[in-house]
């Protein structure tokens, strides 16, 4: 099975292991992601604004690239899962923005939300499977326990996102017990850790951090995983707990190391 696979900015920087582990396990794990040619940056934050239009073409080009090599497209980073699939939402119900950017863009075909939006984890719970995940793992984290950590980006708005339940969500303890690790549940694992208020009001974010990275030390947790590279950035400065990608633990258990093909 192939993928459009759009890797965003941060992946390109300072959360490379975030995409170099993506691409190798997703060969692991039978499935390719074809990066898409020519993308450019999402940018970082959804725009709120009903008649913001050029912030969302970025995305509106990759969304319709993917649909032109008739693929659904794939995103690791969890803020830029969240705008491609709201500004592909956009496109498929909101008639006035749908209208202004297919004018702007002048497509050969108007684009119109047809193209199907996944994160990496919905690739490995909806297409893979969690039980043949189990299957695929040669070096199971048994007695690590490990706290899941959503944010808000994965699953906010839930009507749009559609990722998971917001309140309860499961996905990443699934995924941790399919690795053979002890998912931690704590209360502030869908928690916002400050991310977008981190540099006008750093002792903010810092206590908001620091709450729950807290939380999860105080229920025994021996790290977090995350899909997000600034909440990572964040979550790293408490200091409590290691702070690590999911597809770090996802390339630990398939044994699949950095200098593999």
Request: aromatic share 8%; hydrophobic share 35%.
């Amino acid at each position: 099975m192939k993928y459009s696979y759009y890797p965003g900015c941060t992946l390109r920087n300072k959360a490379k292991d975030l995409d170099l582990y993506a691409r190798k396990c997703a060969v692991a794990l039978g499935f390719e992601l074809e990066e898409l040619t020519d993308w450019q940056c999402c940018g970082g934050v959804y725009p709120l604004g009903s008649d913001e239009i050029a912030s969302k073409l970025p995305s509106v080009r990759a969304l319709n690239d993917a649909k032109q090599k008739g693929q659904d497209l794939v995103a690791v980073c969890s803020a830029c899962y969240h705008v491609l699939k709201r500004v592909n939402d956009d496109m498929a119900n909101v008639a006035d923005i749908q209208t202004r950017a297919n004018n702007y863009m002048a497509l050969e075909e108007p684009y119109k939300g047809e193209t199907a939006v996944l994160h990496f984890l919905e690739v490995l719970r909806d297409r893979v499977g969690f039980e043949e995940l189990k299957k695929k793992v040669v070096n199971p984290l048994t007695g690590r326990k490990i706290g899941a950590y959503y944010g808000c980006l994965l699953l906010r708005p839930s009507d749009v996102m559609a990722f998971d339940d917001p309140e309860n969500p499961t996905i990443l303890e699934d995924f941790i017990r399919a690795l053979g690790a002890t998912p931690v549940v704590y209360p502030y694992r869908n928690e916002c850790c400050g991310g977008y208020i981190s540099l006008k009001e750093p002792n903010l974010a810092a206590s908001m951090c620091d709450k729950i990275t807290s939380s999860a030390a105080g229920f025994e947790a021996d790290c977090l995983v995350t899909a997000c590279p600034l909440c990572k950035y964040n979550l790293n400065k408490s200091g409590k707990l290691p702070i690590v990608y999911f597809t770090e633990l996802l390339a630990e258990a398939l044994g699949v190391k950095e200098g593999d093909k």
